[in-house]
């Protein structure tokens, strides 16, 4: 998780203001498609795209003292429908004395979640190894030998289980204070780790970055200029804005971030598509200065999957910090990222999450639009028909929408409803809170949209 709050405060951009005149009513004809985003043959977006989760499993022993506990976690992954977690893989914890590698008691909670099959394990291979030389981070050869046997002897442990690596965890951020985390180093790294993760689970891919805040993306530059790239599979950053001012809190500032990197990674690789993972992005529903309501954070990730769905020729994963809250105290910043409350209770945010995803997994191709200054829509087509989600990224703005013909299998409902509602002749409401229109068998009609009334 991004720790370095002052250096974030300093990120602070005037907030989107409203211009000229509002005309009642915008007819959008969303039958005329626009460039959408590329068809990766006719999969459904859940088998090109894993959308998941942080949990703290790895660290911390036995016994968690954030609150988690696996046979729990497992069934709160079930039940938002999630294929992937994210979570430490420490090689302090899976090297032993005497060379030899597995999972130890330390790890118990990691393996049970791992091998329960849940959600694909996204696993930070990460840390240094209090008997190894050199290795916090391994800056020698024989530091960066040791830490890939460690790596694939942890790959060959999992390796039936589809797991993704990630090169170490935010490298950037302990950069700045010690000047052994240089780009450098990190590209040694990848060189000697990825062969040997590779050998022992081909088809893992291996992804280098966990990009910790970065102002300017000096940093990343930095990393991109060393070619390592050609030693990955792909790239990860972690994007938070919560101590931002409060207008910028929004998946729509992230989503302009992260497609400042693209450009970068875009540039640096040569292709449009490199695969690129959102490892880290959440908000916290703290009651101190940088943290967002609960509705604020159930709204930010669930526009936030449905917009990655129009980007998924290169943007490969979401994982969202994090599954549950790692304390009680509401004014303590780490304490509240949790999709679940600390006594495991969901937030808002659980059934966003959960419905936003159910509503665009099965999707073949999406794409996305203004309807306004602050008003988003995404088209998707999936085999059961089409589909289209409506919502304002401005959170002080309401809407109304209506089809602007009969479609009588059409309804509509938001990411939380028990049910939907028929949508013809309806006044629809658009706010911060996603809409989401489903034509079952055909194609949702044009929209009219006008301010609340």
């Keep these: 998780m991004l720790t370095d709050m002052d250096t974030i405060g300093e990120i602070v951009g005037s907030s989107r203001k409203w211009g000229g005149s509002w005309i009642v ?117 024989e530091a960066r030998r040791r830490f890939a046997e460690y790596a694939a002897a942890a790959a060959q442990s999992v390796a039936q289980q589809r797991p993704v690596f990630e090169l170490w965890n935010e490298w950037n951020g302990a950069a700045k204070k010690d000047p052994a985390f240089s780009a450098e180093n990190y590209l040694a790294l990848a060189k000697a780790t990825r062969p040997a993760v590779k050998r022992a689970a081909p088809d893992a891919p291996f992804v280098i970055g966990a990009i910790a805040d970065d102002p300017g993306w000096a940093w990343t530059q ?16 972690h994007l938070y804005n919560f101590c931002m001012a409060p207008t910028r809190r929004t998946s729509a500032e992230i989503i302009d971030r992260l497609q400042a990197f693209r450009r970068l990674v875009t540039q640096a690789s040569g292709n449009p598509d490199f695969p690129i993972y959102v490892t880290e992005t959440g908000w916290p529903t703290t009651t101190a200065k940088c943290g967002v309501s609960e509705q604020l954070q159930a709204d930010n990730m669930a526009q936030l999957i449905l917009w990655a769905s129009t980007a998924s020729s290169w943007l ?32 808002p945010a659980a059934c966003a999450v959960r419905g936003a995803w159910a509503f665009i997994r099965s999707s073949t191709r999406a794409d996305s639009r203004k309807l306004s200054d602050d008003v988003v829509a995404v088209r998707a087509s999936s085999a059961a028909g089409d589909k289209v989600a409506v919502w304002s990224e ?53 929209l009219e949209i006008r301010p609340a009334r």
Excluded at 222 to 237: E, F, K, N, P, R
Excluded at 410 to 432: H, I, K, L, R, Y
């Design 394 to 446: 401005d959170p002080n703005r309401r809407y109304e929408a209506r089809l602007k013909a009969d479609a009588p299998h059409a309804t509509f409902e938001a990411p939380c409803d028990a049910s939907a509602q028929p949508a013809s002749g309806a006044w629809m409401p658009v706010s911060s809170t996603p809409l989401l229109i489903t034509a079952v068998g055909g194609t949702v009609p044009d």
């Design 222 to 237: 930095q990393m991109l200029q060393t070619g390592i790239l050609q030693y990955a599979d792909g790239i990860s950053v």
């Design 316 to 347: 490969k994963g979401i994982s969202f910090y994090e599954l549950k809250d790692s304390g009680k105290n509401p004014s303590e910043l780490e304490d509240n990222f949790g999709l679940f409350h600390f006594d495991n209770s969901p937030k």
């Design 25 to 141: 009513a915008i007819i959008l004809a969303l039958n005329i498609s626009p460039q959408a985003a590329k068809a990766d043959g006719q999969r459904p977006l859940d088998g090109r795209f894993v959308l998941g989760v942080g949990t703290h499993q790895g660290l911390g022993g036995p016994v968690s003292t954030r609150g988690y506990v696996p046979s729990v976690n497992i069934g709160q992954i079930k039940q938002l429908g999630l294929t992937a977690f994210r979570d430490d893989f420490p090689w302090s914890d899976f090297e032993l004395p005497g060379r030899r590698m597995g999972f130890s008691p330390q790890l118990g909670r990691l393996e049970s979640q791992i091998t329960s099959g849940v959600a694909r394990p996204f696993l930070i291979l990460a840390f240094g190894h209090h008997l190894v030389p050199n290795s916090m981070p391994p800056t020698t050869d």
